[in-house]
Structures are given as C-alpha cells and as structure tokens.
T-cell receptor
Framework: DGGITQSPKYLFRKEGQNVTLSCEQN?????MYWYRQDPGQGLRLIYY???????QKGDIAEGYSVSREKKESFPLTVTSAQKNPTAFYLC?????????????FGPGTRLLVL | DAKTTQPTSMDCAEGRAANLPCNHS???????VYWYRQIHSQGPQYIIH???NNETNEMASLIITEDRKSSTLILPHATLRDTAVYYC??????????????FGTGTRLTVIP
C-alpha cells in the first residue's frame, strides 16, 4: 500500500536528550513536511523540504533539525534546545508539481518528556 | 495567505447533512479553498478543494459563494465516524514546489446518534 509511515507512535525523552522521529513515504512525492500540534491547537509548520538535499525552516524551527538524504525519508530531530518538546508531531508529503497541493499525512508520533 | 474564520464547534444528528461554514473574506483570486479533517489523535485527511466552482467528490461537497468570500463544506449524510475537527484553509496552488498549509483551530464537528 502507498502511504506515509511514522515511527514510533509514542516516544519518551529525558531532559537534555536529542531524539529523532522517523518519516517514510512511498508515494514518490518530492515535498515533505513536519508539523507540530499542541493540545486543542492547529498544526504549526516546523520544516519542509521540496527536493532531496534541500529543506527550509517553517514557522517554529528553533530547537529542531532535519535532513533529506533520500526522497523517501525526512527524519526530524528534536534537540535539547527545544524547551517544550511535548507535542504531537505530524509528517506529510505532497507531489511537487501537481498544483493541487494536497498533502497526505502520516499517523503521527506523540513525544513526551520525562 | 488569506485567513479563515470557522465556528469553534458544531453538532449534527446522525444521517443528516452537516454544513460547515468558513469565511475567507480576504481571499485573493488565485487562492484555492481546501478542507481537511482530523480525527482524534490521527493525521489530517484531505477532503476536497476548489477555486471558484462548486465541487463534489465521494466524501463531500464544497460550495463557494460567487464573491468567494465564504464557503461551506457539506457532508450529505453524517455518520458517527465523521466526528472530527474540520479545517478550512486557503492557499495559492502554484507550480514552484512545496507549499505550506496554515491549519487554524478548525471546527469540531460532533455527530450525535
């Protein structure tokens, strides 16, 4: 089946620790995105990538880092510099030239700080 | 991007049509209206989008006013599984690459048995 997978579903982080969230897609999409969602709130864009080896900061990039070494993969690292990392993290992808800008989302990873 | 305004919450009886309004009075001529929904603790799901004309697919219908300043998403026969937060988003659909969607707080639709 085509789609986007995120792992793990739940992730626990200790204070001062970096953690990496996985996002993989087999939709052959060029563009990928990371969003953060806090309880009762909408989604906020962290980073996005249009093509391999290129990515851009979103609205709340501080304390996060990404890489895009492969088209299928767009991992997000939550660094110790992110002071309030507890949130629901969503990865999405879209075809670059479609004009429709329809984004397909993964199931999300819930990060909890211990 | 044009901002959107949606009611915070709505209820709908099961089997009835759910009509979710959205105001986007500052929308520009090349901005599309998109609707997504998010069921609790899942990723958002694309529903439908449109520019000027009304649109219909297997999930819903989208009615856009002639002046394009507001739209309504219609779920013709709401089921309990349609209970979710519905997001109305306006965004330019261009060919230059990735575009970012601004998700506000949306409308929480509760379908009542």
């Amino acid at each position: 089946d085509g789609g986007i997978t995120q792992s793990p579903k739940y992730l626990f982080r200790k204070e001062g620790q970096n953690v990496t969230l996985s996002c993989e897609q087999n939709l052959n999409h060029d563009a990928m995105y990371w969003y953060r969602q806090d309880p009762g709130q909408g989604l906020r864009l962290i980073y996005y990538s249009q093509i391999v080896n290129d990515f851009q900061k979103g609205d709340i990039a501080e304390g996060y880092s990404v890489s895009r070494e492969k088209k299928e993969s767009f991992p997000l690292t939550v660094t110790s510099a992110q002071k309030n990392p507890t949130a629901f993290y969503l990865c999405a992808s879209s075809a670059r030239w479609t004009g429709k800008q329809t984004q397909y989302f993964g199931p999300g990873t819930r990060l909890l700080v211990l | 991007d044009a901002k959107t305004t949606q009611p915070t919450s709505m209820d709908c009886a099961e089997g009835r049509a759910a009509n979710l309004p959205c105001n986007h009075s500052t929308i520009s001529g090349n901005e599309y209206v998109y609707w997504y929904r998010q069921i609790h603790s899942q990723g958002p799901q694309y529903i439908i989008h449109g520019l000027k004309n009304n649109e219909t697919n297997e999930m819903a219908s989208l009615i856009i006013t002639e002046d394009r300043k507001s739209s309504t998403l219609i779920l013709p026969h709401a089921t309990l599984r349609d209970t979710a937060v519905y997001y109305c988003i306006v965004r330019v659909a261009d060919q230059t690459g990735a575009n970012n969607l601004f998700f506000g707080t949306g409308t929480r639709l509760t379908v009542i048995p």
